[in-house]
């Protein structure tokens, strides 16, 4: 096999053993999210608690990481869901992925527990359990620091979880050079349950192409094609700031606004937190993840006001919602400081942002006073007061320790009412912009196998506004581009589903492919680049069917594990019954009749069964998944028509 | 002592990304493979802590790639931030 490092290793923390097995072996899933979830899938047993040290943490290059293909940096983080139990995949960018594998290693699976602090140093085709009580304790920056003075090589690229993931949070997540976070299904914590403290990795080693000059020319016209569009200069201009996630360059698109109540904030607050102010008042430099010619982050200094001195990587779209319109925060300080503590503490920015603004929202509403708050005068917009419940959430002090469940099992603890302003899917914390407007944007959210999040099928056309036309071109659906209307979405999203798993597969950052734009990396490209690259012949439709594939496993992964069904697929209660208060989309919400369309339209295109939303055996067998067939079978977890359907046929 | 035309590349460090694209463009045109060390002639450290990017290119190896018409590193940097510089220097 061509341009892979060729090695897995297999880390069992509680033998302190290391084997390694040939990648070749993997090689039906290709790599990336494709062997992650085929290995969480076969590794994890039901009965497993995401924290038991039964549970397994993979970490995972593609086909491309590590090569000149456009923003191929990312590393795959698979592992059994803490918030939802079914499975979780998620990925960072940054510099981690692309040194493993140059350090001799494609993909890493972790299992067992350590009898104490450790973390792991991979370099040069070698693997060393080192002792890391010295780390635990301390924040994801200062453990990076240490890691490097201790090997005493600045090269070296450090994963670490801060003191969230040791206290088992359920939102903490994985940290790759200090400010890229691998933040879904709270891996951080499954980290801190093994008692991994970190991995660093350093490596020398080359990667060589099936066929050089082939995959040479196909990037170069990439590259060309990519930095011709409209799309790049405004990365260029205004960085992920800009981007519709944090309503646009005017602040003017749907938001998320106090505990996703509303997409529209209020003009005064939008305008304090546009990127040109961030870029006129801190901006010191632009920076870009591995050979990535999108360059969406900025550099920057704070150097007045309450946090003077403060110098970091950021501020990307999630974390302006999650920090900012989400909890009516205005202060552009106070999130600045906030992305530090979230990167320190190493918490995902969206599931912490759930549970701290339905605190507030349920406070504000009377439904939770200061005898549950510790004492907390609960208010919008209160920036010392977010940074004061990021603290109890790490620590798991007080209050904070209800809410470090994650926003689902906090309400459920609670309560009193409370549990209906839960934004939460399948258990797992959301905060997301435009939710009630985009209609297949909400879908690919609600029907995420990870439990929300917009990285499964979710699409960006609505966005974009793609013509009817391109619509049809691109997806076969001509609404594509029209986020109001709820038909052909279904479609659209399982679209989604499959293609965004290639890019999860391959390594690539999601923000170069045709989710972003039509005209960046589209299946046939995936597929020209990893023949060129492995040797692998493939075509977009193989690479397609491969995602579909993927998609089903994680899918009957879910089902297997937590058994979710129709019901877990439809939106929570306040974007059903609250309306968009102004603007474009006032009066705008999910409604529940177009929504029940809009699953049958979702199912029947993945061909499961529309009454239960599960998978059919004959989608499973179409797709060659027997194993996934059986498994499902011996639990009995198929339709009820289907089994009376064999049933008649064995007579 | 003579005067003579130079040619070197070199790389503005201030609007560098730290992407390392060029550094594995490098590396493909010395030895057809993908890495960062010194099969590159450009060296990029990226310093995440204080948002610095540091270049340093052995001009002893690098040959301009004169066998393409622009040298690789500069078709794969993004934002322009390579220069092909002539210099008129003097030569022992």
Redesign the interface.
Known sequence: MYNVAGKVARIDLSNKAVAIEPTENYKKFMGGRGVGSYLIFKEVPESAHPLSSENIITFNTGPLTGTLSPSSGRINISTKNVATHGISFSNAGGYFGPEMKYAGFDHLIIKGKADKPVYLFIHDNEIQIKQAEHLWGKDVWETEELIKEELADKKVRVAAIGQAGENLVTMACIMFDRSRASGWGGCGAVMGSKNLKAVAVRGKGCLELYHPKSFMDYNRMLWERMLNTNTIRLFHEYGNLGTSGAGGIFGNLAQSVRNMEDEVWEAEKTLKLREIIFKEKYEVGKLADFTCPINCSRFYHVREGKFAGQKLEALKTNVYRAFGTNIDLASREHILMANEMADRYGMNCDSLSAVIAWAIDVYQRGLIDKNITDGLDLQWGDGDMQLKLFEMIAFRKGFGDILAQGVYRASQKIGRGTEKYAMHVKGHGICEQGIRSHKGWALGIMTSPIGGGHLAGAPNTEQKRLSPELGMYYFGVPTAGEPTVYEGKGKLVAWFDKYKAIADIAGVCLFATYWIDTSFIGPDDFANLISNATGEKLNGKDLLYLGEKIFNIEKAFNTLHVGFTRKDDRPPYKLTEISISSGEFKGEKLLPGKWEKMLDEYYSTHHWDIKTGWQTKECLVELGLHDVKSRIEKVNKFPPGEKIKEKVANK | MKTGLRYSIEIDQ?KC?????CV??C??HH???????N?SSIEI??D??????EVSIDQSSCDMCLEEETPLCM??C??EAIKFIRKRKEMT
């Open positions: 201030n990304t730290g992407c390392q694209a594995l463009a590396s493909y030895s057809r493979v993908f890495c960062l060390t099969k450290f990226r995440n802590k204080n948002g610095n990017v078709q794969f993004a934002i």
